[in-house]
């Protein structure tokens, strides 16, 4: 079993920059990537951003390329997402997920799933 748990998150204006935490623990040799998801009310859950667990390879929804920025840290096992230039439509609870079940690391089937963090951009 691997346990994710997230942190970071809250309330920020639009412009701003918040940085998302994911440690993972129990049988972390077994994550072969890990994501990042968001889901805003009444919207299906979107995929965001994924590494794999030896950070050779990084994905990234058009709709954050070049604001966002995930990265690992192989020491304490946690992967981040940095969000730089903040938008109201950046509003969601965030997820960190590992091992993707299908094909695709964009498609919302992993393994295991975080509790989730509020991101909320308002003025």
């Known amino acids: 079993q691997v346990q994710l748990v997230e942190s970071g998150g809250g309330l920020v204006q639009p412009g701003d920059s918040l940085r998302l935490s994911c440690a993972a623990s129990?049988?972390?040799?077994?994550?072969?990537?890990m994501a990042w998801f968001r889901q805003a009310p009444g919207k299906e859950r979107e995929f965001v951003a994924a590494?794999?667990?030896?950070?050779?390879?990084?994905w990234y929804s058009d709709s954050v390329k070049g604001r966002f920025t995930i990265s690992k840290d192989n020491a304490s096992n946690t992967v981040y997402l940095q969000m730089n230039s903040l938008k109201p439509d950046d509003t969601a609870v965030y997820y960190c997920?590992?091992?993707?079940?299908?094909?695709?690391?964009?498609?919302?089937?992993?393994?295991?799933w975080g509790q989730g963090k509020q991101v909320t951009v308002s003025s």
């Open positions: 997920a590992a091992n993707p079940s299908g094909s695709y690391v964009t498609d919302p089937n992993y393994e295991y």
């Open positions: 129990g049988r972390t040799m077994s994550i072969n990537t």
């Open positions: 590494i794999t667990w030896s950070s050779r390879n990084a």
